[in-house]
């Protein structure tokens, strides 16, 4: 029976779901071992034999596995290797995805209550919040980033005014549209730092 069925036969094991990341994300355990619980460190080991990463547990000791400093802890972390971290940026894209629906949902009840400026206006506004994560996600682009952190001007102005026209605005009402607001932010500022570090990368090569 070779290794790789003994993998399939294991499917909820942590060593069946080490096949599927790259080998860049295998040396990433190697390297930080002392995070990672001994059996996560024991599949690395033997998923980096198999892969022919190493050629013995003696090549750990070798300096291209040894431990890398940590990064400093920031509100915007980068993950231990570049895979991790252009796996964040990816998440970070689907989520401005979902703030791009946003307004859509929104143009939709306005264009049922028959206010079709303020229903265009929110489709347009979705439509370039959805192209410009598009946009960024393919290219890594720091123009894309910076738009799209120059559409949080108009995300906190459209914010106010629902929040204005509302009858009765509750303490509730004004939290809930504050905590999606400091959200937007987040993500779109996390995104141009990712967008950055990126540029930065691709120039050092």
Excluded at 76 to 101: Q, V
Excluded at 157 to 165: E, G, N, R, T, Y
């Amino acid at each position: 029976m070779t290794k790789q069925s003994t993998k399939k036969e294991n499917g909820n094991s942590f060593e069946y779901k080490l096949g599927e990341v790259s080998d860049e994300e295998i040396i990433s355990i190697l390297r930080y071992k002392e995070h990672f619980q001994k059996k996560a460190v024991k599949a690395a080991v033997k998923e980096a034999l198999y892969r022919g990463i190493i050629k013995s547990v003696n090549d750990l000791e070798k300096k291209e596995f040894q431990p890398q400093p940590l990064q400093p802890k920031t509100i915007f972390p980068l993950g231990t290797s570049d895979a991790y971290t252009f796996g964040i940026f990816k998440s970070l894209c689907r989520i401005s995805y979902g703030f791009g629906l946003l307004p859509i949902v929104y143009a939709t009840f306005q264009f049922l209550r028959h206010h079709y400026v303020n229903g265009i206006t929110a489709s347009l506004a979705g439509i370039a919040i959805i192209f410009i994560v598009y946009k960024l996600e393919k290219t890594l682009s720091r123009q894309y980033s910076n738009y799209l952190l120059l559409l949080n001007i108009p995300a906190v102005i459209i914010a106010v005014l629902h929040l204005q026209s509302l009858r009765a605005p509750t303490i509730m009402d004004g939290f809930a549209i504050s905590i999606v607001i400091a959200v937007i932010v987040y993500v779109t500022l996390y995104l141009r730092k990712l967008t950055r570090y990126f540029n930065m990368r691709n120039n050092e090569k």
